[in-house]
């Protein structure tokens, strides 16, 4: 039996071994022919082979894994790589964690569409079972799956006592899909509501399935998700479905789906349910509390204002109405006194009352008013258009709405502006 004498040393190449055995990288390749010429032994079964993380920004991970009885380990390791050059354009190899552990470095002599690589280092020292290198391959542009033709071949080994070591090889590489895209549609919804977003996979699903992990993100929007979802065997596409219950603004719900180490996500908008106006009539009692007038219709206590306005009230006998209490509250403002409310869009009619309750004589106040950005009555002088003080003055307009609000502004020209209820009508 033909054996080789390699003294223990502590770094490649060993002086006291190079006449022997130089373990460089070139002389490595070069002779690989070595380990079979060298005397077989009957060792237990050994074998490399391959396994990919699926296709991810254009690479393709492919870890070499060393699988050995135990006795069996192998001190140092050959392999050629080959792959279609229409789908790769490099090949970086590189030690994987065995290999490392082991004080181990790798090198590849490289051709058109193959890579021969040896695993070398101390010769008294162990690969052990589990990932010995990593091929990242780069694909072309128009690759987005695992390219068929990639093999695996001419494994060869060393023993610690520098003997051949047979080695089998597997040239199918189990693909472990991964992520490769994600849609959710629609890309607006209006809360409450559901969007559905679709996984598809870079390979179809193993014989056990593949669980897509979920995950889902967004700020003042209420949803719900599952935590994942399962790609049934064989398959490449699954859905699931975020459900919107509620919205406090319009925002943007971000969906995230991770598998084998890969993560995409998909958004979609969503805005919140329109608010109802509050139903016609609308009745204010300005300056007021509730009242409940002489048909029976209820008159909220004074809302709608801007800030800044007064309340007041007199207690003055107020003519020509059979319910003075409405004139007897008012609120006034120096400048611009205003109103909005939300309404539905129309036309609607709008009855505005007034009482001057303060002066004696024309001309002491005086006002403009306007409604939605309209100017319905110019000049307006209570006094003079009641015909006195103390007396009812209820005006009537029908204004269109477009935007859901009515805006009512009472512009003073003398002294401050003033009203006591406001009516709005279907």
Not at 76 to 91: C, K, M, S
Not at 206 to 226: D, K, N, Y
């Amino acid at each position: 039996m033909l054996q080789i004498a390699v003294q223990p040393c502590l770094r490649i190449p060993c002086p006291a071994n190079q006449n022997l055995v130089r373990w460089s990288a070139n002389l490595l390749v070069k002779y690989a022919a070595l380990f079979i010429l060298l005397t077989q032994v009957a060792w237990a079964q050994v074998t490399l082979g391959l396994s990919s993380g699926g296709v991810q920004k254009s690479t393709l991970a492919l870890n070499i894994l060393l699988s050995s009885a135990a006795g069996s380990e192998p001190a140092a390791l050959e392999w050629t790589l080959a792959y279609p050059t229409a789908n790769v354009t490099q090949a970086v190899v590189t030690a994987g964690p065995q290999a490392t552990a082991a004080a181990k470095s790798v090198t590849c002599s490289a051709k058109s569409g193959s890579q021969t690589c040896v695993l070398y280092g101390l010769n008294s020292s162990k690969i052990l079972n589990g990932v010995v290198a990593t091929a990242t391959l780069q694909l072309t542009a128009t690759t987005t799956q695992t390219p068929s033709g990639i093999q695996f071949t001419n494994a060869q080994g060393a023993s610690t006592a520098a003997t051949a070591v047979t080695i089998s090889t597997s040239s199918v590489i189990q693909v472990v899909p991964i992520i490769s895209s994600m849609l959710c549609s629609p890309t607006s919804i209006t809360a409450p509501a559901s969007a559905s977003c679709a996984i598809t996979l870079s390979a179809p699903a193993p014989a056990s399935g593949a669980v897509v992990s979920l995950g889902a993100g967004a700020t003042g929007i209420t949803f719900s998700t599952p935590s994942s979802v399962t790609v049934a065997s064989g398959q490449t596409t699954a859905t699931f479905a975020v459900s919107v219950s509620a919205a406090s603004a319009s925002g943007t719900v971000t969906a995230t789906a991770s598998l084998n180490g890969s993560s995409v996500s998909s958004s979609f908008s969503v805005q919140p349910a329109p608010t109802a106006p509050p139903a016609l009539p609308i009745r204010v009692n300005c300056g007021g509390p509730q009242y409940k007038d002489s048909n029976g219709y209820i008159w909220s206590a004074d809302y709608g204002y801007s800030s800044g306005s007064t309340a007041a009230s007199t207690t003055a006998a107020i003519t020509g109405t059979p319910d003075p209490t409405l004139y007897q509250t008012y609120r006034s403002q120096s400048g611009t006194l205003q109103y909005q409310f939300s309404v539905p869009n129309g036309t609607h009619t709008v009855n505005l009352r007034f009482a001057e309750t303060t002066f004696s004589s024309a001309g002491q106040r005086v006002f403009n008013i306007i409604l939605n950005g309209q100017t319905v009555t110019s000049l307006l002088d209570i006094y003079s258009t009641a015909g006195g003080a103390n007396k009812s003055l209820r005006l009537s307009y029908r204004v269109p709405v477009t935007t859901g609000q009515v805006q009512i502004q009472l512009v003073g020209v003398v002294q401050n502006p003033t009203i006591t209820s406001i009516e709005i009508l279907q």
